[in-house]
């Protein structure tokens, strides 16, 4: 007997079917089974340690001035049970961040900025260590962006397969005479900035899906466009880590710089992502994390040779040597904070930016502890859109001019603050 649908049946049958979608809606729209909740907060002097009952992956904090508050954002958690405020956090709130996150607010008794922080092996614990600071630095740091944690293992990942093959590519090692390169322009009066064209040789950094086109190759012309367009304005000198396509190890990159005691260093790169279309430029500068720690590494080494702002360290002791790094990072910090939020102010008109371009990170090629440096990302190689503007003739101008005018008003606001 042929089955037929009946008027009663169909409503029955689009009654399931609307059941089925509502559930589905709410699926989507609630918390998924997976989310994280937050257990509760220990406050300690120094600092603050967030417990989850489930691992998060990946999360992340900023600075607010206004009042003064520490805002955590939290991929895959949902809020959890109400937590009460203790010492130098008088309140913690909880609310939905996006689509799938939590978003934390600590309000701060005192100003106190993120020193360092890190997730647990499973996920489930968030510590972030703390450093009180006076008015001026809270102000300072709340413009700096965001301080990312990543978990050492992402909760719940598979370990990945093994290989059914590898390639390795010998790195070479860091030579102990730097090659220096060319300076343009010749009154040596004018300050000096070397431009960086990421990776190179063996190393061809991000490759484009659509075309091939390879991060080593784009950044390199993206930098000789930089280097005519500043040696035009005749108002600096300029030198490149390399011209050509060769390989140098990070260290080098800012250690030529060092060695030609730059006033300025710009690292060229392109971003990519593995799936989407993420697109617009963004300027990194040395976090607070990485700064701390690479004084305490530089000061502790047994030959202190270094020349930091013109102080030579061989002959002063560890107490010294490491007051004196810090204060000379940190007013580099500040110094090439100020140079990345220039540079975004400028290249806006001129560069598709993303609205929070000026970002943190601790990159070996920012750490130099008495030269202003960052890295310039222009823009995604993976969109093909941004791939067609940065590697256009086009794009290379609007960049190049986006960096001399920063330049320019770096140098005058400095010319200006020594007299």
């Not at 509502?22 to 340690?49: E, F, N, S, Y």
């Not at 300050?191 to 490759?207: E, F, K, M, T």
């Not at 260093?265 to 976090?287: E, K, N, P, Q, R």
């Amino acid at each position: 007997m042929p089955f037929r649908w009946t008027g009663r049946v169909q409503t029955r049958h689009y009654a399931r079917v609307l059941v089925i979608l509502a559930l589905l809606a709410c699926w989507l729209a609630g918390a998924p089974g997976w989310a994280a909740t937050v257990q509760r907060v220990d406050v300690h002097r120094d600092r603050i340690v967030l417990h989850f009952d489930r691992g998060v992956a990946d999360a992340s904090a900023y600075l607010l001035a206004r009042p003064r508050r520490i805002a955590v954002d939290v991929a895959g958690a949902v809020p959890g049970r109400p937590v009460n405020g203790n010492g130098v956090v008088t309140a913690v709130r909880q609310s939905r961040h996006g689509a799938s996150g939590l978003r934390i607010l600590l309000d701060l008794a005192r100003p106190a900025v993120i020193r360092e922080g890190s997730l647990g092996d499973d996920g489930r614990d968030l510590t972030i260590a703390l450093r009180t600071v006076d008015d001026a630095a809270f102000a300072r740091a709340a413009n700096e962006g965001r301080v990312r944690f990543l978990s050492p293992m992402p909760f719940g990942a598979a370990r990945p397969a093994a290989r059914k093959y590898q390639v390795a590519v010998p790195i070479p090692t860091s030579s102990r005479k730097l090659r220096l390169p060319r300076i343009y322009g010749d009154d040596e009066s004018r300050p000096l900035v070397v431009i960086d064209a990421g990776h190179g040789g063996q190393d061809p950094g991000a490759i484009a899906p659509s075309d091939g086109r390879r991060e080593k190759d784009v950044t390199l012309r993206i930098a000789k466009a930089i280097r005519d367009e500043l040696v035009e304005s005749g108002r600096v000198r300029v030198a490149l880590t390399r011209e050509d396509d060769r390989f140098i190890v990070l260290q080098e990159r800012f250690g030529i710089a060092r060695k030609l005691h730059a006033s300025l260093f710009i690292s060229i790169h392109c971003d990519s992502v593995g799936s989407g279309d993420a697109s617009g430029a963004s300027v990194y500068t040395l976090s607070e994390v990485a700064s701390d720690k690479e004084s305490a590494r530089l000061a502790a080494r047994e030959n202190k040779a270094d020349i930091i702002a013109g102080v030579n360290l061989a002959s002063t002791s560890a107490d010294i040597s490491s007051i004196l790094i810090d204060l000379t990072q940190r007013e580099t910090m500040n110094s090439s904070a100020s140079f990345a939020r220039l540079l975004g102010r400028e290249a806006q008109p001129l560069v598709p930016m993303k609205p929070n371009f000026h970002r943190m990170a601790s990159l070996m090629v920012l750490k130099a502890p008495d030269m202003p440096s960052i890295l310039f990302e222009t823009g995604y190689i993976s969109n093909p859109r941004d791939a067609d503007f940065i590697d256009s003739d086009a794009g290379r101008h609007a960049i190049a001019e986006s960096v001399r005018r920063a330049v320019d008003v770096h140098f005058a606001r400095r010319l200006a603050s020594t007299r």
